[in-house]
Nanobody, 124 residues
């Protein structure tokens, strides 16, 4: 089992950048695929990015490609999301998730472990 705590959210102007962190505790962090999702009020939780155990495979949602970068440091048990050129419509609670998805790496169902989320607000 793994516990996840996100940090780094806040208020940023459109076009700005933020770096989110997700610190994990518990065993076997390096065996988990890690992901970031986000959820805006009244909307479903949506996939942002995922990174497999050794960082060899990384996938992004189409609308964040080229602007967001996911990375992980297994020694520090931490996964990061560097976000750039942020847009107001990307205001949401950003969640870190851990799991061992097979085909469902892009859906919340693939991840049994979740953090509490961190709020990102992008002002216009």
């Amino acid at each position: 089992q793994v516990q996840l705590v996100e940090s780094g959210g806040g208020l940023v102007q459109a076009g700005g950048s933020l770096r989110l962190s997700c610190a994990a505790s518990g065993r076997s962090f390096s065996t988990y695929t890690m992901a970031w999702f986000r959820q805006a009020p009244g909307k479903e939780r949506e996939f942002v990015a995922t990174i497999v155990r050794n960082g060899g495979n990384i996938y992004y949602a189409d609308d964040v490609k080229g602007r967001f970068t996911i990375s992980r440091d297994n020694a520090k048990k931490t996964v990061y999301l560097q976000m750039g050129s942020l847009k107001p419509e990307e205001s949401a609670v950003y969640y870190c998730a851990a799991g061992m998805p097979v085909a469902n790496w892009g859906t919340p169902l693939g991840y049994p472990y979740w953090g509490q989320g961190t709020q990102v607000t992008v002002s216009s």
